[in-house]
């Protein structure tokens, strides 16, 4: 094998391999249209797309469109997207329709009967000759067309500009066979990575159209935490790109690739799935007590108060119907006055219930009241002795803090667990392995206090220690939920700041959430 052959094949390889690893189709299409001119010392190009653009099976080719220019005698210029008909009415058109190469030693003087026009405007706008031109399609194995590559002015010596028409005619040669050759290889290897990049596409639009679905499902079921998986998502990553900028401190040489960032993103997007399988009425609860619970408490209540109100009337009635208008004003001030002080309590009672049952911290005094209640009696429709407070009515408003008991409380954390085998069953690709993970673990805390597992300090990795502070912020900010009023940002930022310097949070990535205001990076609706 000759050096020539040697150099050419070692050029193919390399742009073979970088064509088969490159996934984003704007740096492709430069990277196609760079090499093709590169290994063929071309000065210009061009590169044309079929549209519509999709899967094989739903692509019809109707039309090319022009999305790539190069051009190494003239600043670059702007173009339009302009589309032409595959047909043969052009270069571009004609190769399309025929799938064939062609090749023009002069542009401006093409075969005799031949249909194509050669299109000027470019050459007269920019004062451009184009003389040399080898068009080929770019076709995959299976027969799709993907595009149209056209190559301009093949040049003996690849560092020359093209400055004026005597430049073109001293440097610019027809291109050769084995240009034609080598670019249809090219042009093939060209389509099949534009191909996958498309389909690459296609498989994350369709990936992105699943989590938004996922998420959307969560938020159907508990309407409260409506947006909230999505800012924790914007919030997490704009902590991660903020850290990613950080050249001192702990967390100076910690670089984020766009890959990590996707993960971030997708994780915080489903980090609460898992509460598909918690119920809703724990999922929705706005207060201590249950709803069904809160009613039949509101209904025992009124019925409280119309039995002393009944019994008031009775007795009047009975006085009087025993012993007429006799004495009658002296019992009537001490039933008034016993009526007025059973009221008074009740009153006191319905305010002891429903601030108990308000999911704040519950005080002392207010436990020994309800449990006074508890013991207390009343009769029922029957005539037998029933409890004033219930006892499961007691269980639920004597929970400490919250609106939850143990059994709910467990019920509301399994869902991390819920989250992370539904997000195990799905195949991810490597670079979003370990969304699973960050999910499952966003309510730890660096102490130990967090759950599922208690995980503490080093264990608990970096991209979780971001989304716990994202998460925290959001749900104490967030204006729709039913069991808290949301709180102003600075007040949220001054909790943060507690859980800091009581050790459940990372303080240096609080300092960089403070600071870098990314906070402020989500906007929530009025």
């Known amino acids: 094998m000759s050096d020539e052959s040697s150099r050419l094949l070692a050029q193919f390889t390399e742009i073979a391999i970088r064509l088969s690893t490159e ?61 032409l008909a595959i047909d043969s009415g052009s270069v ?64 003996r010596d690849p560092a ?78 704009c902590l991660a790109v903020a850290v990613d900028r950080l ?18 993103r997708y994780a915080g997007l489903l980090h609460d799935f898992g509460k598909v399988g918690v119920r809703e009425e724990i999922l929705v609860k706005a207060r201590k007590l249950p709803d069904a619970a809160l009613a039949r408490s509101r209904e025992r209540d ?31 001030a001490s039933l008034s006055a016993h009526y007025a002080e059973r009221r008074r309590r009740l009153d006191h009672f319905l305010g002891v219930v429903e601030t108990a049952n308000l999911p704040t911290d519950l005080r002392e005094e207010q436990l020994a009241e309800l449990a006074e209640f508890a013991r207390e009696t009343i009769p029922d429709v029957d005539g037998r002795p029933a409890p004033v407070l219930p006892p499961d009515d007691f269980r639920f408003l004597s929970i400490r803090k919250g609106n939850l008991d143990e059994r709910e409380r467990r019920e509301i954390e399994s869902h991390v667990t ?16 370990g969304i699973p993970g960050i999910a499952y673990a966003h309510h730890e805390r660096l102490d130990g206090s967090g759950y599922p597992r208690r995980l503490s300090g080093e264990r608990i990795p970096l991209q979780i220690r971001m989304m716990t502070i994202a998460d925290i912020y959001d749900a104490l900010t967030a204006s729709d939920r039913p069991y808290q009023p949301p709180l102003r940002s600075e007040q949220a930022l001054e909790i943060l700041d507690d859980e800091v310097r009581q050790g459940t949070v990372d303080g240096e990535l609080f300092r960089v959430f403070l600071e870098q205001k990314v906070f402020a990076k989500v906007q929530r609706p009025d």
């Open 23 to 83: 996934r984003d189709l704007t740096t492709l299409l430069d990277l196609i249209l760079t090499q093709a001119r590169r290994v063929t010392q071309s000065d210009a190009g061009s590169l044309y797309l079929v549209e519509p653009l999709g899967d094989a099976a739903e692509r019809a080719p109707h039309r090319l469109r022009f999305t790539r220019a190069q051009n190494d005698s003239r600043p670059p210029a702007a173009w339009e997207e302009l589309t």
């Open 92 to 155: 571009a058109g004609w190769v399309a329709l025929t799938r064939e190469p062609l090749v023009l030693e002069d542009a401006y003087r093409p075969p005799a009967g031949a249909p194509y026009r050669i299109n000027r405007s470019f050459d007269e706008r920019l004062g451009y000759r184009t003389r040399s031109l080898l068009t080929v399609p770019m076709q995959t194995a299976a027969g799709d067309l993907v595009g149209v590559l056209q190559l301009v002015n093949a040049k």
């Open 160 to 237: 020359v500009r093209l400055e004026t028409a005597a430049d073109v005619v001293r440097e610019v040669v027809p291109y050769r066979a084995g240009d034609v050759a080598l670019v249809r290889a090219l042009a093939s290897q060209a389509a099949v990575a534009v191909d996958n990049s498309l389909l690459h596409a296609a498989i994350e639009r369709l990936f992105e159209g699943f989590v938004l679905a996922a998420v959307s499902a969560i938020e159907q079921r508990d309407p409260a935490t409506f947006g909230h998986s999505a800012r924790v998502a914007q919030l997490t990553t």
């Open 247 to 264: 050249e001192t401190g702990p967390y100076g040489g910690v670089r984020f690739n766009s890959e990590q960032l996707r993960e971030l």
């Open 302 to 332: 009124r019925f409280l108060v119309r039995t002393a109100e009944w019994e008031y009337q009775r007795a009047r009635a009975d006085y009087l119907e025993r012993h007429g208008r006799e004495g009658y004003d002296r019992f009537e």
């Open 418 to 433: 819920q989250s992370f085998r539904f997000l195990q069953t799905i195949p991810w690709t490597r670079g979003l392995a």
